[in-house]
Each structure stands twice: as C-alpha cells, then as structure tokens.
C-alpha cells in the first residue's frame, strides 16, 4: 500500500515539530531560564520559578530529543561483542534486542499512561503547572518508540528472509 505524497509531507511534519523542534524549543526556554536564575540569584534576590521551569523543560528536552537520537541511530551504544559477529548474527541480536525493548515499551504503556492522567490533580509549586503536563513526553516517548521499534524489526526481518520475503 503506497501512502498519497502530501500526506507523507505532514506526516514528516508532525514528526519534526515532535523530535526537532519542541526540544529545540524546551532547550532554548531551559537555557534563558537557567540564565536568569544565576543573574537574579548574584544580582539581585534568588527567584524559584527558572528552577521549576527547568526541570520541566529537561524532561521534554531529554525526551524528545532522545527520540531524535532513535531516529539517527545516534544513541551511545556498547558495541564491542555486537560488532564482532557476522552481518546475520548482528541482524539476529538487533531483531531479539527490539523484541525484548518492544515487549518492554508495550507493557509500560498503560500503567505509564494511567499515572500521568493521575498526575493532572498535582500542580507544580510555584508555576502551578498541571504535573501531568510535565510527564506527558513520556507518553509521546513511548508511542514513537514502540512505532519505530516496531519499523525495525518488520525492516530487519524482511532484509533476513525470515518472513518469507528476501
């Protein structure tokens, strides 16, 4: 099934704003906000909102933009054994290791969900932000992982052979 071009477009889109730009964006509101927190605290009198909004901003910034990394394959990894094996034995491992992360991500998705809607009743201290809104990438994490977990495996197994198709 072959997928109409615009809607391609906006896919990629949605999928920029979600992995590029909203990090971007929490990174350059954490910075500011940090920066703030150091002049007014050598300046003139120590402010608690930069710190709350910081923390917050890290959570979305780390996140989201660790979803970029998926999308690159730029994550750290430790490689030593898996690079020592043959392409098929590599294809093998990367096959049962997003398995294994694939099982994992599904079953903390309801309880993870569950706890974040719970969390909307919590505000923060200062800037009184609906706590679930802070722990809300989390969900965005994990339905974009499990989507291109689930794109890796389909991808790795059709290049094996495995399902029938070469």
């Given at each position: 099934m072959k997928i109409p071009q615009p809607l391609m477009k906006i896919g990629r889109l949605l999928v920029d704003i979600i992995e590029v730009y909203i990090p971007v964006a929490t990174f350059i509101i954490l910075f500011v906000s940090f920066m703030s927190q150091i002049v007014a605290r050598y300046f003139f009198k120590p402010l608690l909102w930069p710190e709350e909004l910081s923390l917050i901003c890290f959570v979305w910034t780390a996140l989201l933009g660790g979803l970029y990394a998926k999308r690159d394959n730029s994550h750290v990894a430790f490689s030593m054994v898996y690079d020592a094996v043959k392409p098929d034995t590599q294809r093998l491992m990367r096959i049962a290791g997003n398995i294994l992360m694939l099982f994992a991500f599904i079953l903390a998705f309801v309880p993870s969900w569950e706890y974040v809607s719970f969390m909307s009743y919590k505000k923060s201290d200062v800037l009184l932000i609906p706590m679930n809104i802070a722990f809300f990438p989390f969900m965005i994490f994990l339905a974009d992982m499990i989507v291109r977990v689930i794109i890796d495996i389909v991808h790795d197994?059709?290049?094996?052979?495995?399902?029938?198709a070469a």
């Amino acid at each position: 099934m072959k997928i109409p071009q615009p809607l391609m477009k906006i896919g990629r889109l949605l999928v920029d704003i979600i992995e590029v730009y909203i990090p971007v964006a929490t990174f350059i509101i954490l910075f500011v906000s940090f920066m703030s927190q150091i002049v007014a605290r050598y300046f003139f009198k120590p402010l608690l909102w930069p710190e709350e909004l910081s923390l917050i901003c890290f959570v979305w910034t780390a996140l989201l933009g660790g979803l970029y990394a998926k999308r690159d394959n730029s994550h750290v990894a430790f490689s030593m054994v898996y690079d020592a094996v043959k392409p098929d034995t590599q294809r093998l491992m990367r096959i049962a290791g997003n398995i294994l992360m694939l099982f994992a991500f599904i079953l903390a998705f309801v309880p993870s969900w569950e706890y974040v809607s719970f969390m909307s009743y919590k505000k923060s201290d200062v800037l009184l932000i609906p706590m679930n809104i802070a722990f809300f990438p989390f969900m965005i994490f994990l339905a974009d992982m499990i989507v291109r977990v689930i794109i890796d495996i389909v991808h790795d197994v059709k290049s094996s052979g495995i399902g029938g198709a070469a």
